[in-house]
C-alpha cells in the first residue's frame, strides 16, 4: 500500500507539473544576444551515460547520472529519473563535460539545468570551484511532496573570467530523491580582460615619465 501511495504521488508531481513543459525551456538562455564559443544542449537525455546531446557546438559533451543504484535513477529516453522508493534513497548526483575548448583566453562558463519534482541543490562545482546558482527560476507553485519541496525550476551557474580549459567539468545534483532531470545546457562565452584599478594607475604614471621627459628634451 505504501509503494502504491508513493508512486501515485510521484506520478502526480512529475506529470503534473513535468510534461507539460514538453522538453521545452520556459525562461530566456543567460547567454542571450552573446556568441558561443562552445555549446552542448540535452532536450532528450537518452541514457544515464549520454554523449550525444542534441545540439553541440565545437564541442565534446556527456552526461552522466553517478549513483543510480543509490538513486534509483533511470532513463526513459527523454529524462533522467530518481524514483528512490526504497529505505536509504538519496538524490542523483550528476557529472557532465563539456570538451574541446581553447586553451587560449578568458571565457564566462555556464551551466543551466531544468528539473521537476524535488529541487536541486543550489551549490554546483565547475573543475573543482563550487558556484551558488546566479538564477533560480520556478515556475508554478512549490508544493510539498513526502515532505520535500516540489516544483518545475531552471536554475543556471555563470562562472565569469575562467582561463580557457580544453575540458570543462561540472557536477551538480538533486537535494533530496523523487527528481526529474529534464533539459541540460553547457555554453562558453569568450571574454575581454579587464584591466585592474592598479593597472589603469601604472599605466598613467607611465604616460605621466614620458610627457615629462618630453618636456625637459624641447627644453634643452
Known sequence: MKLSVLALALGVTFSGSAFATANAWDTT??????????????????????STPDVSTNATANLTLNNPAQSGGYSNGSNIYGLGIFAGAVGMQFTTTLGGGDVDGLYDVY??????????????????????????????????VMGGESAEQEVYWKWANVAGDSLYTFTFSASAPHMSLDQVALATVAVTAVPEPETYGMMGLGL????????RKNKA
Open 29 to 50: 538562455a543567460p547567454w542571450a544576444g552573446s556568441t558561443l564559443s562552445q555549446f552542448a544542449e540535452w532536450t532528450d537525455i537518452e541514457s544515464i551515460n549520454d
Open 111 to 144: 551551466l543551466r539545468i531544468g528539473t521537476l519534482g524535488s529541487v536541486p541543490n543550489i551549490t554546483a562545482t565547475l573543475n573543482g570551484a563550487s558556484a551558488s546558482a546566479s538564477e533560480v527560476n520556478t515556475i508554478g507553485p512549490i508544493t510539498i
Open 208 to 215: 605621466l615619465t614620458l610627457a615629462t621627459r618630453r618636456a
